[in-house]
T-cell receptor, first 109, second 114 residues
Framework: QKEVEQNSGPLSVPEGAIASLNCTYS??????FFWYRQYSGKSPELIMS????GDKEDGRFTAQLNKASQYVSLLIRDSQPSDSATYLC?????????FGQGTRLTINP | ETGVTQTPRHLVMGMTNKKSLKCEQH?????MYWYKQSAKKPLELMFV???????ENNSVPSRFSPECPNSSHLFLHLHTLQPEDSALYLC?????????????FGPGTRLTVT
């Protein structure tokens, strides 16, 4: 049973549009959630963290958390070709970080 | 050097060899991690060290042996590996406690076992 689940994609979005990435988690005890971006051939890079229900905005990125539904999402506004990468969702539970398998996002010029 | 560094970046080894991976963090963190990343699989946590003490061993085979001499350095000693151990091995660091999910990754070591 997967603990953090993401659609592996690929997700194709036209440049300038909103990209929506989704993630569900199974551990109700998870309190902290993170989005990492991983470019091809590179290591993961933290882009957003969210700890409470609701929205958190940082520039073009908005993370959304709904603990009742065990659902986390990441919105990328005004998508740019440089946003093309794999996005990893992670949930912290039982004192360790559990990653989903990632969603590959492609922004088409 | 800044951030988290790892050496070597690429490693090819036979199943009977012994080698070590090195990780160094320059961020002043006190928690360090080893992850394995295989194709089409989620990142797998292998080991966690907090203030040089191992606090997590995620059922990793004994052919992988970690060592953490201080909060800035982490090693992964490899011996008698199997071809299925070929993967990208990532080191990460964070502050322990509430910020432990905000991890900074090194560039990784691409390991090929022949």
């Amino acid at each position: 049973q997967k603990e953090v689940e993401q659609n592996s994609g690929p997700l194709s979005v036209p440049e300038g549009a909103i990209a929506s990435l989704n993630c569900t988690y199974s551990d109700r005890g998870s309190q902290s959630f993170f989005w990492y971006r991983q470019y091809s051939g590179k290591s993961p890079e933290l882009i957003m963290s969210i700890y409470s229900n609701g929205d958190k905005e940082d520039g073009r990125f908005t993370a959304q958390l709904n603990k009742a539904s065990q659902y986390v999402s990441l919105l990328i506004r005004d998508s740019q070709p440089s946003d093309s990468a794999t996005y990893l969702c992670a949930a912290e539970g039982a004192q360790k970080l559990v990653f989903g398998q990632g969603t590959r996002l492609t922004i088409n010029p | 050097e800044t951030g988290v560094t790892q050496t070597p970046r690429h490693l090819v080894m036979g199943m009977t060899n012994k080698k070590s991976l090195k990780c160094e963090q320059h961020l002043g963190h006190n928690a360090m991690y080893w992850y394995k990343q295989s194709a089409k699989k989620p990142l797998e946590l292998m080991f966690v060290y907090n203030f040089k003490e191992q606090t997590e061993n995620n059922s990793v085979p004994s052919r992988f042996s970690p060592e953490c001499p201080n909060s800035s350095h982490l090693f992964l000693h490899l011996h008698t590996l199997q071809p299925e151990d070929s993967a990208l091995y990532l080191c990460a660091s964070s502050q322990p406690g509430l910020a432990r999910g905000e991890q900074y990754f090194g560039p990784g070591t691409r390991l090929t076992v022949t």
